[in-house]
């Protein structure tokens, strides 16, 4: 079973922290990528990386960073977070092969408040 | 237009019900089609997942998948209050290599008992 885990399940942080998202998979996965989910809007991508040192922007990376030192390891970063970012922040892994690899699989999710 | 619709519900029904769920699309490359279930504060879980047309059956789950219409669903027999949840789906096109999947908004699901 693929597992993917993120380091906080819930976050307050005030405005203006810098706040660090980690998130770590088990599959040996090449793909990973960070997503926000709000009421109504779905699922937004953040960033994805699809290997080590390697990232590209997704539908809305103002405000964010992300950073893959290893493999296993994806980290998404607010530089200098808002009461705006206050979301549910979605972690995922994917392979790069043929067949059930291209499907994601979801860590359980970072509720951040920023007050 | 979004590239892919599915209606939000919430889709309310008795326990024991059929469920139906749908989603469309307009990107006829699609090819790999997929469920998520998410609870409520958690992440989304893979349910289904099917390439390109047919049906796939897992225990009370069935997906099909019509790409002649673009219109993909998710079959659940005998629904337990349980099941409730909000239903994503989402879907791909193949491209050698990694590719992002597009998700629907998901359809918010509760049987009641």
């Known amino acids: 079973d693929v597992k993917v885990t993120q380091s906080s399940r819930y976050l307050v942080k005030r405005t203006g922290e810098k706040v660090f998202l980690e998130c770590v998979q088990d599959?040996?996965?090449?793909?990973m990528f960070w997503y926000r989910q709000d009421p109504g809007l779905g699922l937004r991508l953040i960033y994805f990386?699809?290997?080590?040192?390697?990232?590209e922007k997704g539908d809305i990376p103002e405000g964010y960073s992300v950073s893959r030192e290893k493999k296993e390891r994806f980290s998404l970063i607010l530089e200098s977070a808002s009461t705006n970012q206050t979301s549910m922040y979605l972690c995922?892994?994917?392979?790069?092969?043929?067949?059930?690899?291209?499907?994601?699989?979801f860590g359980p999710g970072t509720r951040l408040l920023v007050l | 237009q979004k590239e892919v619709e599915q209606d939000p519900g919430p889709l309310s029904v008795p326990e024991g019900a059929i469920v139906s769920l749908n989603c469309t699309y307009s990107?006829?490359?699609?090819?790999?089609f997929m469920w998520y279930r998410q609870y409520s504060r958690k992440g989304p879980e893979l349910l289904m997942y099917?390439?390109?047309?047919g049906n796939k059956e897992d225990g009370r789950f069935t997906a099909q998948v019509d790409k002649s219409s673009k219109y993909i669903s998710l079959f659940i027999r005998d629904s337990q209050p349980s099941d409730s949840a909000t239903y994503l789906c989402?879907?791909?096109?193949?491209?050698?290599?990694?590719?992002?999947?597009?998700f629907g908004r998901g359809t918010s699901l509760i049987v009641h008992p």
């Open positions: 995922a892994s994917m392979g790069g092969g043929q067949g059930d690899q291209e499907t994601q699989y």
């Open positions: 599959m040996d996965h090449e793909n």
């Open positions: 990386s699809y290997d080590v040192k390697m990232k």
């Open positions: 990107n006829s490359a699609f090819q790999y």
């Open positions: 099917t390439y390109s047309s």
């Open positions: 989402a879907m791909s096109e193949p491209s050698g290599g990694s590719y992002i999947p597009t």
